[in-house]
């Protein structure tokens, strides 16, 4: 089945400690997005990438750092120096479709204790 | 910059009708879309209106008039699985497709 994966689903880490999310996609789409939702809130846009070995910082990339060196995969790191990382992370990618669709992974809540 | 305003919660019955409102400040609008999201889960795209009118699929149709910076969402014979979170989304001017801004997002609650 084609689709989104992210691993883990739940994720806690002591504070001060990086931490990488996984995100791999079997779709064959170029783009690919993290996204950081907090309780009751929107999607904010943290980094995308619209091509292998390219990526641009999205709204809210301070404390995050990624890498694009395979089409199927996105990892994001949540640095220490990013104040608040406690949050619901949601990988996405599109198919550059007409519709501009965004396909979704099922997310990770990262809970930094 | 660009916003899109939703209504933060809707409720209603069964069976009923309920629009999602949301109404936007950017210049070049290149559309709206729209994303269902269940508490927890990931958001799955419902629909998408490049230009002014209704699109209708099933019982979810989408509405947008560019002249009036606003769109909507609309559920008709609402059911219990309906309930769930509901974000419009739009391409940031400059960008074409490359990246989505997501709306505040309304919580929709279905009852019995």
């Known amino acids: 089945d084609g689709g989104i994966t992210q691993s883990p689903k739940y994720l806690f880490r002591k504070e001060g400690q990086n931490v990488t999310l996984s995100c791999e996609q079997n779709?064959?789409?170029?783009?690919m997005y993290w996204y950081r939702q907090d309780p009751g809130q929107g999607l904010r846009l943290i980094y995308y990438s619209q091509i292998v070995n390219d990526f641009q910082k999205g709204d809210i990339a301070e404390g995050y750092s990624v890498s694009r060196e395979k089409k199927e995969s996105f990892p994001l790191t949540v640095t220490s120096a990013q104040k608040n990382p406690t949050a619901f992370y949601l990988c996405?990618?599109?198919?550059?479709?007409?519709?501009?669709?965004?396909?979704f992974g099922p997310g990770t809540r990262l809970t930094v204790l | 910059g660009q916003s899109l305003e939703q209504p933060s919660e809707v409720t209603a019955v069964e069976g009923a009708i309920v629009q999602i409102n949301c109404t936007y400040q950017t210049s070049g609008f290149y559309g709206l879309s729209w994303y269902q999201q269940h508490d927890g889960g990931a958001p799955t795209f419902l629909s998408y209106?490049?230009?002014?009118g209704l699109e209708e699929t099933g019982r979810f149709s989408s509405f947008l008039s560019r002249s009036d910076s606003y769109g909507y969402l609309l559920l008709q014979e609402l059911q219990m699985k309906d309930s769930a979170s509901y974000f419009c989304a739009s391409p940031p001017r400059g960008t074409g497709f490359q990246k989505l801004v997501f709306g505040t997002g309304t919580r929709l609650l279905v009852s019995p």
């Open positions: 996405a990618s599109r198919s550059g479709g007409t519709n501009n669709e965004q396909f």
């Open positions: 779709l064959n789409h170029d783009a």
């Open positions: 209106n490049a230009l002014d």
